[in-house]
């Protein structure tokens, strides 16, 4: 899934193409994507691009008349853009480009038509997780904050009391939508293997050191792989989102050698989900599988992508 360094680069490379251009027709392709009916799609109609904004995880475009396209790219949901020949010199209508549009690919989702170029959504596999909300007002817009903590925008003290705000394991914590903003599955296995700590520790347990590393740990690993995702995407719009990348350390290395200690990562699978870690660096040696994790993990960790989102 898309996280706050993917959907940082995502906006950037939008800003350039797509602020202050008019947005011509929607083509939503996908019946279970868009999720609500009032105002109708068809008001965006010709309507101009005059901010852009994230909120966790969701793309948020806001239209003249205070009209705002919220997108949720969700697990494989992915943007791409096609510019315009000509049309920054000319002018020149996307009209040719709607009418060529016949039949769409499967994987697509949506295609936005704007005078600069058309932005389109696809979605790899057979489910269809992402969302597309339209919406009008700040109030509207705002339903979709959870809540969580801006970790850019936080110091030490609010980021503690954030943490141990409940009791979970950090690795719950810190993809809680509601307890931080925009981390998830990936960069948490990221953020825990730079602090060295368990992903089942338990956030209130964790002493005012722990806490500091985590802190500072979080931070730099956002920052690090947003500056690593904006020199790779350069002037070009951002085509190889993923969550499993060569130069991460922990996520979704299982079997391969810790980065730091040369021992194995390990992993947690749990329903849906898994995640990585080095038992030397971040659990005292101690392999995670065993009867009360099983019991741990019941209680604290999402099933599916759908109920971490919710909630």
């Known amino acids: 899934m898309p996280e706050l360094p993917d959907?940082?680069?995502y906006l950037e490379a939008l800003e350039p193409r797509i602020l202050n251009q008019t947005l011509q027709s929607v083509q939503v392709s996908s019946p279970f994507l868009l999720r609500t009916a009032v105002p109708p799609i068809s008001s965006v109609k010709d309507k101009r691009v005059i901010e852009l904004r994230?909120?966790?995880?969701?793309?948020?475009?806001?239209?003249e008349q205070d009209l705002w396209l919220v997108l949720h790219l969700m697990i494989a949901g992915r943007l791409h853009w096609k510019q315009n020949a000509g049309t920054?010199?000319?002018?020149?209508?996307?009209?040719a480009v709607k009418k060529a549009v016949v039949r769409p690919p499967k994987n697509q989702l949506a295609r936005f038509y704007f005078t600069s170029g058309t932005l389109s959504w696809t979605e790899a596999g057979t489910q269809r997780r992402a969302s597309l909300h339209l919406v009008q007002g700040?109030?509207?817009?705002?339903?979709?904050?959870?809540?969580?903590?801006?970790?850019f925008d936080a110091d030490l003290e609010t980021f503690a009391e954030r943490l141990q705000s409940a009791n979970h394991t950090l690795k719950r914590a810190l993809t809680d939508p509601r307890l931080f903003s925009g981390i998830g599955n990936a960069y948490s296995d990221e953020i825990l293997w730079d602090a060295q700590l368990s992903p089942i520790a338990l956030t209130q347990k964790l002493n005012a050191a722990a806490i500091?590393?985590?802190f500072h740990s979080t931070r730099e690993t956002l920052r690090k792989w947003t500056d690593i995702l904006r020199t790779e995407a350069g002037e070009k719009f951002?085509?190889?989102?993923?969550?499993?990348?060569p130069e991460m350390a922990m996520h979704g290395k299982y079997g391969e050698p810790c980065p730091r200690c040369g021992k194995k990562v390990q992993r947690?699978?749990?329903a849906a989900n898994e995640t990585n870690y080095c038992p030397t660096c971040q659990t005292g040696g101690k392999l995670l599988a065993?009867?009360?994790?099983?019991?741990?993990?019941?209680?604290d960790w999402p099933r599916t992508a759908e109920e971490l989102e919710q909630s």
């Not at 994230?54 to 239209?63: F, S």
């Not at 920054?88 to 009209?95: F, H, K, L, P, Q």
């Not at 700040?138 to 970790?151: A, K, M, P, T, Y």
């Open 7 to 9: 959907i940082t680069v």
């Open 54 to 63: 994230r909120l966790g995880k969701r793309i948020c475009i806001g239209l």
């Open 88 to 95: 920054v010199a000319t002018g020149r209508s996307n009209a």
């Open 138 to 151: 700040e109030n509207e817009l705002r339903s979709f904050d959870r809540g969580g903590l801006e970790v």
């Open 212 to 214: 500091e590393k985590l």
């Open 238 to 245: 951002p085509e190889k989102v993923t969550a499993f990348r």
């Open 268 to 270: 947690i699978r749990y």
């Open 290 to 299: 065993d009867r009360a994790l099983s019991r741990l993990l019941r209680s």
